[in-house]
C-alpha cells in the first residue's frame, strides 16, 4: 500500500497516510475530522548509477547534495 500526504481544508494540518488506493477519498483530517486534499509532492528519480542532483551516484555516503 503506498503513502499519500493529505492537507486539511479546515485547520491546514498536514499529515500523510499509508492507505489503499480505494480508500484514499475516504481520508479525514486526525485532528478536526475535516475534509482533506491530497498533496502531490516532487520527487526525483535516478537508475542506480546514475547521478542525479547534487553529484549522487547511488550511495549517499559519497552525496554532499543530501546532507
Not at 15 to 22: D, G, H, R, T
Request: glycine share 14%; hydrophobic share 20%; proline share 3%.
Amino acid at each position: 500500500m503506498p503513502t499519500y500526504d493529505f492537507i486539511c481544508n479546515q485547520c491546514g494540518f498536514l499529515f500523510s497516510e499509508f492507505i489503499n488506493i480505494k480508500d484514499k477519498d475516504k481520508v479525514k483530517c486526525p485532528k478536526c475530522n475535516g475534509n482533506v486534499t491530497q498533496r502531490f509532492t516532487g520527487f526525483i528519480y535516478t537508475r542506480k548509477g546514475e547521478s542525479g542532483q547534487g553529484g549522487c551516484a547511488g550511495s549517499c555516503s559519497s552525496c554532499s547534495g543530501c546532507k
